[in-house]
């Protein structure tokens, strides 16, 4: 089942990831002190394989679900669930979702293929399996041979791939991808889109991408909704 606007509210699903009526606010409001709202009661739906975009301007909201959606900001209201399981009280560690973000935030002391293989060792992998995913990983981002390579002589768009490749090395069952290719050119930016939503779709992975920029929105995802005041909006 697909997420479909209706009057600028999502329609719900059954399975996958299930955001309802989710509020936010900086700070998180507690006794006698009201926050500054930046998720306002929002509902979305990503049914397993199906990759998302929240698209906006910046200051919208859409950083701050990410996050909530994560488990790296609490809601005022609402519910975050999984395949019909309630996540509140689940810390983000154990939600078994992936992240990736504007930087990377690649290990710099790591090669890139230490960098891919890390989740893997968090899994406590063994060392051959790790290999394998990782080579496997790697030919898939398009830098197959790059494994021994430091992190700090790639470009910007080879970064990316590794933090992309990092993202999905432990299987994540959602992988949330915060503005991940707004500090690249405009050329490189159209190109790599192409190939995220490739990545995403040969993996099948489902996801939940925030972007500003609508034809990256409509390369990389399956459904789009608007966000505008921390409202989903038509």
């Known amino acids: 089942m697909n997420v479909h606007q209706i009057g600028g509210v999502a329609r719900l699903g059954t399975d996958g990831l299930t955001v309802t009526d989710a509020v936010v606010t900086y700070p998180p409001e507690r006794r006698g002190v009201l926050g500054t709202t930046a998720v306002a009661g929002v509902s ?8 998302l975009a929240l698209l ?24 975050v669930a999984w395949d019909g399981s ?13 992240l990736m973000f504007q930087d990377g935030q690649l290990f710099a002391h ?11 060792q968090v899994q406590h992998l063994g060392r051959e399996e790790r290999a394998a995913r990782v080579a496997q990983l790697l030919e898939l981002v398009g830098l197959e041979g790059y494994g021994a390579r430091s992190v700090a002589t790639l470009s910007g768009g080879e970064r990316q791939r590794v933090a992309l490749a990092r993202s999905l090395a432990p299987q994540p069952r959602l992988l949330l991808l915060d503005e991940p ?14 190939d995220v ?31 505008d005041g921390g409202r989903l909006v038509p």
């Open 56 to 79: 906006g301007p910046s200051g919208c909201g859409k950083s701050s679900l990410l996050r909530a959606v994560a488990g790296l900001e609490p809601l005022v209201a609402g519910t």
């Open 110 to 120: 790591r090669s890139v293929a230490g960098n891919v293989e890390y989740g893997l």
């Open 181 to 194: 290719l707004s500090a690249l050119d405009r050329e490189l930016r159209e190109r790599l889109a192409l």
């Open 197 to 227: 939503a490739r990545i995403l779709r040969e993996t099948g992975t489902t996801a939940v991408l925030v972007t500003h920029d609508r034809a990256e929105a409509d390369a990389i995802a399956d459904q789009v909704v608007h966000m």
């Open 44 to 51: 979305v739906h990503v049914p397993p394989g199906q990759v």
């Open 86 to 98: 309630d996540l509140a009280g689940v810390p983000v560690h154990r939600r078994g979702f992936g």
